[in-house]
């Protein structure tokens, strides 16, 4: 015992003890308060979130939605010595990321906690299936670039994956060759979701030999001849067209029967000669045109109508001088108003209500040739035409004028057109290509072709053009481009010339009897048929072709056939796997 000890009275000695005791507990003996205990915040510092719906967790319980990078404290503060725990308990969606906890657990000590979050975006990949590919050389791309080479059929994925989010498309960037193929793609384009893109189909196809052949002869009776304009296909299959003097029907295994015919010249309910073939109109009827040639009638045009029962009846007429003055060169096109348009060769293009309701808009006010060519309706509701001759200051020079007019609000009717570009050659009716620009055609004469070569061109609608190809590259070459092109299922344009060709023994012309041509939007030509062929072929193809229901051409010439009255043709361009 020490000295301390045995001089401290033994009464003391509980005394002390139980002081000692309350000093090891570190509480105040007889009811005083706890010493205080220190708290620390729990904090998230985030980076890289684009997506929305992240949620964060700490320790199970205590929840913090995230909406953008920055800093995030939870709600419930931990003391020191506490434990903790940082997770993801949602992720981000909408574009699908994922985020990562680095450090997320430990324990606190004397100082808040900050827990790093790194988000990035989630990519997928994208795969094609081929089907159908015989010949080599298919190669793909994915938005542009990202070029991936076909060698077999089956299912193969792109290198590049894309962000959860983003766009995608797959293209064709060249086609198969040995054997020549055409490939197209289904479902090419869309937005990167949660999962990997594999629906994508490459279909490639074979082209059958290309073939002709006539479906009828007009024999210049009853029957008329010199069929002229296009061809429309009815609701019942029927493919229908118009003669100098008559409106046919005829179906696609060649029977024909003559719809209506016009009252002679010598009548006196002559309104005309036709100039172009039909349009099939919302109301089940057809409507179509003629152009007035004198004769004493007093008559420059008409537009008509047709019923599916074959009855006529003249909706509007244009009175004039004997000679007219103004000749309907062009058919009528339906626009999305439901009005008429067309075009007449005193330069000017009308709105005409089925009823027979006209309003008028001139196109320039002189120094031009006339209108030619019918219209087109591009996407927007913008209506482009061609005037034959350029309308330049002082008067006009070779070559054709574009010219745009904008159906107005309400009515739709037209009231004013103006000329936005120029080119060189003599236009025809216009289309409307998948890229929002707009293909034609037209002559344009030089020593290699005595009634013209022509050219294809691509214009833009603010009037920018383009000659995409020059015919006459060869002794076989068609020349003379007639009608307007027609774009068909595989994408490419096809067209006729009214000269030129092979030359054989059915076609007795030195200049040709007329071709059959493809185009691809680039600009590359293919010859597909040349007229006299056979020695049942027509001469001169006229009008735009048709694709009807069945995937081939139809179409007609002016002259040629068993009695030199014209004919209507079927040129089979079918795919095969």
């Given at each position: 015992?020490s ?26 003996c ?6 205080a ?126 962000d ?95 719809f ?50 074959g ?41 005409l ?6 309003i ?76 929002g620009?707009?293909y ?70 030195a ?16 010859l ?16 735009a ?10 179409g ?5 056939g ?13 795919t095969?796997?």
């Open positions: 015992m000295q301390l000890a045995m001089a401290i009275p033994h009464r003391l000695m509980p005394a002390i003890a139980t002081a000692v005791s309350c000093v090891t507990l570190l509480y105040g007889g009811g005083g308060a706890p010493a205990q220190n708290t620390y915040t729990v904090n998230a510092r985030v980076s890289g979130l684009s997506g929305s719906g992240l949620i964060l967790q700490l320790g199970g319980g205590s929840d913090v939605a995230v909406m953008a990078d920055g800093s995030y404290t939870f709600a419930t503060p931990l003391a020191s010595g506490t434990s903790y725990q940082v997770s993801v308990k949602t992720q981000p969606s909408s574009p699908q990321q994922t985020c990562s906890v680095a450090n997320g657990s430990g324990t606190v000590s004397a100082g808040n906690v900050t827990v790093p979050i790194t988000c990035v975006t989630v990519s997928h990949s994208v795969s094609v299936t081929v089907s159908g590919l015989l010949g080599a050389g298919l190669a793909l791309q994915l938005n542009g670039g990202n070029k991936l080479l076909i060698t077999a059929n089956g299912t193969v994925t792109f290198a590049a994956s894309i959860s989010g983003a766009t995608y498309a797959v293209s064709v960037e060249t086609q198969p060759t040995l054997p020549v193929q055409t490939c197209s793609v289904t479902n090419d384009s869309g937005t990167i979701g949660t999962a990997d893109v594999s629906g994508v189909a490459v279909t490639c196809m074979t082209p059958t030999p290309v073939s002709l052949t006539t479906l009828y002869s007009f024999t210049g009776g009853s029957d008329g001849a010199g069929p002229n304009g296009s061809l429309v296909q009815g609701p019942d299959g029927g493919l229908y067209g118009t003669t100098s003097g008559t409106v046919f029907r005829i179906t696609i295994s060649g029977v024909e029967t003559t209506y015919s016009f009252p002679s010249p010598s009548s006196a309910n002559y309104v005309g000669g036709t100039t172009a073939g039909l349009i099939l109109a919302s109301d089940g009827n057809f409507y179509g045109t003629t152009q007035g040639n004198g004769l004493g009638h007093n008559i420059s045009g008409t537009v008509y109508r047709i019923s599916p029962t009855a006529e009846s003249v909706i509007y007429t244009w009175s004039g001088v004997d000679v007219g003055d103004l000749p309907l060169y062009g058919g009528v096109i339906q626009g999305s108003s439901g009005l008429l348009y067309g075009t007449a060769y005193g330069s000017s293009v009308f709105s209500s089925t009823t027979g309701t006209e008028e808009a001139p196109v320039s006010s002189g120094g031009c040739d006339g209108v030619r060519s019918s219209l087109v309706q591009a996407h927007d509701g913008t209506l482009y035409g061609t005037i034959d001759g350029q309308c330049v200051s002082g008067g006009n020079v070779t070559g054709f004028s574009l010219f745009k007019a904008v159906p107005g609000s309400g009515t739709g009717a037209v009231t004013t057109a103006e000329i936005i570009g120029n080119l060189p050659g003599g236009g025809y009716p216009l289309i409307e290509g998948n890229d620009n707009l034609g055609t037209g002559g344009e004469v030089n020593s290699s072709c005595p009634l013209g070569c022509g050219t294809v061109f691509r214009i833009t609608p603010s009037g920018a053009a383009t000659v995409l190809y020059t015919f006459g590259a060869g002794p076989s070459d068609g020349h003379s481009p007639s009608g307007a092109l027609v774009l068909a299922r595989d994408g490419n344009f096809y067209g006729t010339t009214l000269a030129g060709g092979t030359p054989n023994a059915n076609c007795k012309s200049n040709g009897c007329g071709t059959l041509y493809r185009i691809t939007p680039p600009g590359t030509e293919t597909l048929y040349s007229f006299g062929t056979n020695a049942s072929d027509g001469i001169g193809p006229s009008g072709l048709l694709q009807a229901s069945d995937g081939n051409l139809y007609t010439t002016t002259a040629g068993t009695a030199n009255a014209g004919t209507v043709f079927k040129l089979v361009i079918g095969t796997p």
